[in-house]
C-alpha cells in the first residue's frame, strides 16, 4: 500500500509566495508527466519548467512518487472537500445535490487541470499501481462517500424508491469518465457536448430511480 506523505509547511516570505510556489510545481509537474510519463519524468526537468532549484522540490516533497500525490490532494482532493462541505449543507432534494455535483464536475474536473491529472492516472495506473492507491485514497473514496451519502438522503426522505445508487455510486460519476476518454481520444472525429450529456444522464438515473417498482 502506497505510503501518505506529509508535505512540509516550508519557510517563506510568506503564506501566499509558499502557496504561488507549490503550484508553480504542481503545475510543472503535471506537464512533465504528460509530456514525459511518469516512469521517464525527473524532477530536474520539473524544477527547470517551474523555474526553482531543484532543491526547492524537496522543501516541499520528498519523492516524484509524492509529487504524484500532491497533484491528487491539492489539484482535486482540495476542490472535493470544497463541495463536500457545500453541498451537504444544503437542505436541498438529493436530486438537487447531484445537480450542484455535475455542475461542479463539468466545471471544476473536465474542462480543466484537474481532467489531466486524470488522464495521467488513467495513462500509468497499470504501470505503477500505486498511483492508483494515491488517487483512490484521496479523491476516490471521498467522492464516493459523499455521493452515498446524498443516495441515503434521498433513499430516507422517500425520493429515492431503491438503494441502487447507495450501493454503487460509481454510477453517478460514470459518465464523466465516458467524457474524459472520449473528449481525450475521439472529440475531434465525433464531439459530444459534455454538459447536455450529463444532464441526459442524471435525467435517466432520476426517472429510473424515482419510477414506482412495477
Known amino acids: 500500500m502506497a505510503k501518505r506523505h506529509t508535505f512540509k509547511k516550508t519557510p517563506a516570505r510568506n503564506e501566499s509566495d509558499r502557496q504561488a510556489k507549490l503550484q508553480a510545481i504542481l503545475d510543472a509537474a503535471l506537464d512533465v508527466f504528460l509530456e514525459n510519463g511518469f516512469a521517464e519524468a525527473r524532477l530536474d526537468d520539473v524544477a527547470a519548467r517551474a523555474g526553482v532549484a531543484k532543491g526547492t522540490i524537496y522543501l516541499y516533497v520528498p519523492s516524484k512518487q509524492a509529487l504524484f500525490e500532491a497533484l491528487a490532494q491539492f489539484g482535486i482532493g482540495g476542490a472535493i472537500g470544497t463541495i463536500e462541505q457545500r453541498v451537504l449543507a444544503l437542505d436541498i432534494p438529493a436530486e438537487e445535490q447531484l445537480k450542484a455535483l455535475f455542475a461542479f464536475l463539468r466545471q471544476e474536473v473536465l474542462g480543466t487541470r484537474r ?20 488517487y483512490h485514497r484521496e479523491v476516490i473514496s471521498r467522492g464516493l462517500e459523499l455521493l452515498r451519502t446524498i443516495a441515503e438522503r434521498g433513499v430516507a426522505r422517500g425520493e429515492f424508491r431503491s438503494d441502487e445508487l447507495v450501493r454503487f455510486p460509481q454510477l453517478v460519476v460514470a459518465p464523466g469518465l465516458v467524457a474524459l476518454l472520449w473528449t481525450s481520444l475521439f472529440q475531434h472525429l465525433e464531439p459530444i457536448d459534455v454538459g447536455a450529456m450529463l444532464e441526459a444522464h442524471l435525467a435517466l438515473m432520476m426517472k429510473a430511480l424515482k419510477c414506482p417498482s412495477s
Request: proline content about 5%; glycine content about 4%; overall charge negative.
Open 115 to 134: 481532467g489531466d491529472i486524470v488522464r495521467l492516472l488513467l495513462r500509468e495506473a497499470s504501470r505503477f499501481p500505486e498511483l492508483a492507491e494515491i
